[in-house]
């Protein structure tokens, strides 16, 4: 059974998943993709990747993420909270 604040925190970050999962997406007109994290408050983070799969499939997508550079910024990435901070 989940303790009260891991399953506090896993309800809220279920809740932030949902909200990037309707980022919206224009693969003719742009934005194709959005990039968004959100520390977690017992440490470490989630990740959210949103593009269409007309812009790219599942195998590009994972490429473009392995081969993204550690410990670089990414320009049009956003950080957000899941519990609605910035």
């Not at 309800?11 to 993709?33: F, L, R, S």
Request: aromatic letters at 4%; a negative charge.
């Amino acid at each position: 059974m989940l303790g009260d604040a891991l399953a506090d925190e896993l309800g809220a970050v279920m809740a932030w998943v949902n909200a990037q999962a309707a980022t919206p997406i224009d693969p003719e007109h742009g934005p194709t993709w959005a990039l968004a994290y959100a520390p977690l408050t017992g440490g470490g983070s989630v990740l959210s990747f949103v593009t269409s799969h007309v812009v790219a499939d599942g195998s590009l997508k994972l490429v473009a993420l392995e081969a993204a550079p550690p410990g670089t910024a990414c320009r049009r990435c956003r950080a957000t909270s899941p519990r609605g901070g910035p």
